[in-house]
């Protein structure tokens, strides 16, 4: 099969009640994805970020490897100086330096994956009408799941065989964060020359500091993959799962016995992960694929932000019992009571996100049925009821979309709490994830709003009346 065959988008004749809608893209939709507002501060807001993120992240580091998870600062003002060179700077020379073997592992994995995501075989579909490219769709290859798939079983055998221990992972993490950080800054640098020199700039401000946060590309590409997809899906959630992985592995070795608040957060991260890869085809119609570039804010976070700081409950509770010799556990109906927000947060979510997205897909054109595991009831409407907006778009108001505007956000943050509450409450940093998600949530529901509005007017407002909640029916 040729590769254009192979990238040809496989359709399905929709036959679900959801009417097919050519999408056109309208004047207001290129006014609106051109429109430049200064987020997050502006430019002076974005560099306290990207120098930020990373202090923060050594920080966080030193206060798990070394104080057992305790926020730690200088005595006093006169001795910031000393503290910064002695508690931060040296343990970052010696238990961060980005050593030949973490280049070799982290950069070995992100070419590991970027050819999985070029030569597996998946299903195509395609994206949202781009308004920068006069409504032409993009097509995305979705080899997610062959890909994680294939990855599990290389990365058994190599720890069966012993050819790579996976409890070398949490041994080398300071390494390993180093060389994710410095993979972020080159990456998102990378991309940033390449798409101003190719002259394929989107959105661009003119502030080179914000252009550089931002993005300055929208999808940019190595063949036929996304750059962006790629990124989003095939490298942090991985890596954050074998992070746990590897202190769960390193409990048993150590302590020949495993605890439950470990498995939980393995099962955790893998529930996260698998649902990333089942539902790769869902992704290009989301928000960071229309609309957001391909900047630092999101390069750097993929590929360093969201696995080296989601793990700290793993790595606190490994740190833990390592210090003190006792395991971090419960009782039985605390436990109970965590994975069953655990699950409860993971089927809303993963129904939540699947109902809207197969809704839109079908609407698109673009719905294809999968059965990757697990497909869990209620995660396709039948019949669905919706919003008829003057733009042409449909608003979906069936399922949790009845129930709530973002109801994947809550279930997203039902998870993201019960990852820190299975560590017990010793450590504000396994709750750094939670907090952290919890405003970035909330902007975006600003931004998005915000945005909606602008492009559904009327219509948006009585999609508003139809479902008043945004998050939690009743309350908010
Ligand atoms: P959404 O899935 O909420 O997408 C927003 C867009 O969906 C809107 O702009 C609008 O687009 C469309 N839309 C909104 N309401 C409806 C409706 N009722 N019917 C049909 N279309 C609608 O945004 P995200 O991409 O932010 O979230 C996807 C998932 O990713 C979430 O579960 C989120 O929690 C997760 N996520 C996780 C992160 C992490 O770090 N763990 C980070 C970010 C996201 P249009 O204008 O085309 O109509």
């Known amino acids: 099969m040729s590769r254009d065959t192979l990238l040809a988008p496989q359709r399905k004749k929709n036959t679900n009640g959801v009417p097919l809608f050519k999408q056109k893209v309208t004047k207001l939709d290129v006014k609106l994805d051109n429109e430049v507002h200064y987020e997050f501060g502006g430019p002076i807001g974005v560099c306290a970020m990207m120098i930020g993120f990373p202090c923060l992240m050594y920080y966080f580091w030193v206060c798990l490897e070394y104080h057992q998870g305790r926020l730690i600062y200088p ?20 238990g961060a330096y980005p050593s030949a ?8 994995y992100v070419l590991f994956s970027f050819v999985l995501a070029y030569s597996m075989p998946g299903p195509v579909v395609e994206g949202l009408p781009i308004p920068s490219l006069n409504g032409q769709k993009l097509k995305y290859l979705c080899n997610g799941l062959s890909s994680w798939y294939l990855t599990l079983f290389v990365s058994f055998v190599c720890h069966v065989s012993g050819v790579f221990r996976l409890t070398h992972i949490i041994d080398h993490f300071g390494e390993l964060m180093t060389v994710a950080i410095l993979w972020g800054f080159f990456m998102s640098a990378v991309v940033y020359a390449v798409g101003i020199y190719s002259g394929k ?8 500091f914000y252009d550089f946060f931002m993005g300055a590309t929208l999808n940019p590409r190595i063949g036929h993959v996304d750059l962006k997809m790629w990124a989003e899906i095939r490298l942090p959630w991985p890596v954050l799962f074998y992070l746990s992985l590897s202190c769960l592995l390193k409990q048993y070795e150590t302590y020949g016995a495993v605890t439950a608040p470990a498995v939980f957060i393995v099962l955790a991260h893998f529930l996260y992960v ?25 390069i750097f976070w993929n590929m360093a932000g969201v696995p080296f700081t989601y793990c700290y409950a793993s790595i606190y509770m490994m740190k833990y019992q390592l210090t003190t010799g006792r395991a971090i556990t419960h009782s039985l109906p605390y436990t109970v009571g965590i994975f069953s927000l655990l699950l409860v947060g993971y089927y809303i979510f993963d129904t939540g996100n699947s109902q809207k997205n197969r809704f839109r897909m079908e609407q698109n054109g673009s719905f294809i049925v999968r059965n990757a595991f697990p497909q869990l009831p209620w995660g396709h409407i039948k019949n669905p009821s919706y919003i008829k907006t003057e733009h042409g778009n449909l608003l979906l108001t069936s399922g949790w979309w009845g129930v709530a505007r973002k109801p994947h956000y809550t279930a997203d943050l039902m998870m993201a709490i019960s990852w820190g509450l299975i560590t017990g409450f010793d450590s504000f940093l396994p709750y750094f994830y939670f907090c952290f998600f919890l405003c970035v949530l909330v902007h ?14 009327k219509d948006w407002e009585r999609y ?3 479902v008043p909640y945004i998050f939690i029916p009743y309350v908010f």
């Open 464 to 466: 508003c009346e139809r």
């Open 101 to 108: 073997w973490a280049t070799q592992v982290y950069m070995g």
């Open 75 to 94: 005595s006093s003002l006169s001795q910031v100086k000393p503290w910064i060179i002695n508690e931060i700077w040296n343990k970052i020379k010696i």
């Open 201 to 208: 700039t989107h959105r661009m401000s003119g502030n080179f």
């Open 444 to 457: 975006r529901v600003s931004r998005d709003m915000e945005r909606c509005a602008k492009k559904y007017g």
């Open 274 to 298: 698998n649902a990333c890869q089942k539902g790769e085809e869902c992704i290009p119609t989301s928000w960071d694929i229309f609309y957001e570039k391909n900047g630092f804010m999101l």
